[in-house]
């Protein structure tokens, strides 16, 4: 299976005192595989799931569904 990075999302919500982030797929604005990244900024948040996503693109067997 072959991934590319531009077949991922990032979706982002305030929650709190934190922000979440979170990688989507195919249009989907669930996370994909229930995972959310957490950070005390947006930014933060939205680095962590870009990372997330990355690693994602280089190991696509970490995708479970």
């Known amino acids: 299976m072959t991934i590319d ?5 990032i979706k982002t919500e305030s929650r709190g ?3 979440v982030a979170w990688v989507t797929r195919d249009g989907s604005d669930k996370p994909l ?12 948040a ?3 799931a870009r990372a997330w996503a990355d690693k ?3 190991d696509p ?3 479970r569904n």
């Open 5 to 9: 990075r531009n077949d991922f999302g």
């Open 61 to 63: 067997i970490l995708i």
């Open 17 to 19: 005192a934190r922000w």
């Open 33 to 44: 595989d229930s995972v959310l990244l957490c950070g005390q900024t947006r930014d933060e």
């Open 46 to 48: 939205e680095s962590n």
């Open 56 to 58: 994602l693109t280089a």
